[in-house]
């Protein structure tokens, strides 16, 4: 009599480590990456070879029984294949920004206990702190010359050597589902601009079920044209917003790129059948401004998040026919939780009206629940405010897309977690068709004369100008006001704008209320902004609080 399953036949463990294999089964000479190395040559791997590779450096860590293994990279096929290689070994990833200090770096790698560092050529001199630490913990330099040199390809070699003295067992000795659905798959810290990172902890069930979101809420299954996904958003974000196993789960080509360069990109765009990518609206806006920019024969859909976008910015992306799809999320949601989604009756509107709906955050995403927008301080009891896009609420979030909670921090997790639904700290309104619009963050809407100012708003409006290519707007004291809004602006160069001429406008449009219009508009160089491309507010206000002390000691 044969043995009696302890699982039940209809369930099985979800993992989306289970998505590599599976495309190599399917399809294994199909293109899985396209990369331009280090030393500039053009780098292309099926899946066969993709899933290959992943496999034999999950040999490697489990022969040398790792458990946390950091990633520290730029976007390239190594960053990939330890993404698939760590989980499929049982271990946990912890994929941190490169363009973080040394100290900060030795920081979140010393908190997530990692035993085992893969580190790209470029960055591994950023570990100099935590080798002088940590002496013990092997570091595994790849060198991105597509050649088998240097640390990480001769633990891949050594991970070939391993799997053919198991019998070429391949994935089928792996570990491609989860022991526990609910077990840690990846820590992925958070950009700690106000404070110490904190581990996010991702589990396997709920990053299958937001990569699953993402092929269905961006279409990257779309036969018969393969997806073409190009790497623009940092794989290190948020586990890159859950793509590395969405693109992976349609056998899409993963199109790597070492760094954001505005030209390149634009010749990978005219010259490869790409039709995805992921980007700030900073990265968008200087996409649109560069003189590469072309309309392109096809149609690519990108997925803007990070920054609240404008509608001018929407207009003029589509006109080169890089087509956006508006996201709201979190390192805490994996990524996209909210989006937006384009409606036909739109087509009817003028085009104000139809960038202006595009822009907004929209709806929740299909794996995850309804979102809510709730009225803040109400403690344990929460409101939701109207859906008349009036009313200002914070966003809070509940179900599969949530993370687990923060590691070894049950203080900020209780926090995180307060009423049973996940705080996002994103003021929003609610519009009565079910739509959220994001205004801004708690700390940055302005209070003028007991009336919430919309910077997020304002700065809308200012993108409108034709010389304006960014804008950020904060409060700054006023005597009779409390505070006033201020604006900062990058003009376009090829707009000699003035600041004055810029008020002058804004003063005069009819969108702009008089209590709303900035008092002052500053044209910088450029505008502060964090390693993943959002504007940093705080800075901005930390320089004019520095101006307003120096003027009064006058």
Do not use: C, W
């Given at each position: 009599m044969?043995?009696?399953?302890?699982?039940p036949v209809h369930?099985?463990?979800?993992?989306?480590?289970?998505?590599?294999?599976?495309?190599?089964?399917?399809?294994?000479?199909?293109?899985?990456?396209?990369?331009?190395?280090?030393?500039?040559?053009v780098l292309r791997r099926t899946y066969g070879e993709f899933a290959k590779r992943s496999a034999a450096l999950a040999y490697y860590i489990k022969e040398k029984e790792h458990k946390r293994v950091g990633i520290l990279a730029t976007n390239t096929p190594a960053f990939l294949e330890s993404v698939f290689g760590i989980s499929g070994a049982g271990a946990v990833n912890v994929a941190i920004n490169y363009r973080l200090k040394g100290e900060d770096i030795q920081y979140i790698f010393e908190h997530a206990e990692v035993d085992m560092i893969i580190a790209d050529v470029q960055y591994a001199p950023l570990l100099v702190k935590f080798r002088e630490v940590h002496n013990d913990i092997p570091i595994l330099v790849d060198t991105d010359t597509g050649d088998n040199d240097g640390p990480y390809a001769q633990a891949i070699l050594r991970g070939l050597e391993i799997d053919r003295r198991l019998g070429d067992l391949g994935w089928a000795g792996l570990q491609t589902q989860a022991t526990g659905e609910d077990d840690m798959l990846a820590l992925s810290y958070t950009s700690g601009t106000t404070s110490r990172p904190k581990g996010v902890i991702y589990t396997h069930r709920s990053a299958y079920l937001a990569a699953m979101g993402n092929v269905v809420?961006?279409?990257?299954?779309?036969s018969p044209s393969r997806c073409g996904y190009l790497w623009v958003l940092p794989m290190f974000h948020a586990m890159g917003w859950t793509f590395p196993w969405a693109v992976t789960a349609v056998r899409g080509t993963h199109y790597c790129l070492r760094k954001i360069d505005y030209p390149r990109l634009w010749h990978i765009l005219?010259?490869?059948?790409?039709?995805?990518?992921c980007a700030a609206p900073t990265v968008n806006t200087m996409l649109c401004q560069s003189k590469e920019a072309i309309r392109l024969p096809r149609k690519v859909q990108v997925t803007?998040?990070?920054s609240p976008p404008s509608g001018t910015l929407f207009e003029k992306m589509t006109s080169f026919n890089l087509h956006p799809v508006h996201a709201?999320?979190?390192?805490?949601?994996?990524?996209?939780?909210?989006?937006?989604?384009?409606l036909p009756e739109w087509d009817k509107l003028d085009a104000d009206q139809k960038y202006a709906k595009m822009a907004r955050q929209g709806h929740g995403v299909i794996t995850g629940l309804p979102v809510r927008v709730i009225k803040p301080e109400q403690g344990a009891c929460l409101i939701d405010v109207a859906r008349d896009g009036k009313e200002i609420g914070e966003i809070i979030i509940q179900g599969n897309l949530c993370a687990k909670g923060y590691y070894k921090d049950p203080t900020e997790t209780e926090k995180l977690f307060s009423g049973g639904w996940m705080h996002s700290g994103d003021l929003a309104v609610w519009h009565e068709d079910g739509a959220v619009q994001i205004m801004d963050r708690a700390k940055d809407i302005i209070i003028s004369g007991g009336e919430n100012i919309s910077s997020v708003a304002v700065e809308n409006i200012l993108m409108k100008h034709p010389g304006v290519v960014e804008a950020a707007v904060i409060g700054v004291p006023d005597a009779q006001w409390g505070e006033t809004p201020k604006a900062f602006i990058v003009r376009d160069p090829?707009?000699?704008?003035?600041g004055t001429d810029i008020l002058k406008w804004a003063k005069e449009t009819s969108e702009m209320g008089r209590f709303t219009t900035p008092r002052e508009v500053e044209v910088v160089d450029e505008l502060p902004k964090t390693t993943t491309g959002k504007i940093q507010k705080k800075v901005l206000r930390e320089i004019e609080d520095k101006r307003q002390k120096r003027k009064a000691n006058l």
């Open positions: 044969a043995a009696l399953n302890a699982d369930l099985h463990t979800l993992s989306p480590t289970q998505f590599l294999p599976r495309a190599a089964a399917i399809e294994p000479n199909a293109p899985a990456i396209y990369h331009i190395t280090l030393k500039g040559k809420e961006s279409q990257l299954n779309q005219r010259s490869e059948p790409i039709t995805h990518l803007v998040a990070a709201f999320g979190m390192t805490e949601t994996y990524g996209p939780v909210i989006m937006s989604y384009y090829n707009t000699p704008t003035e």
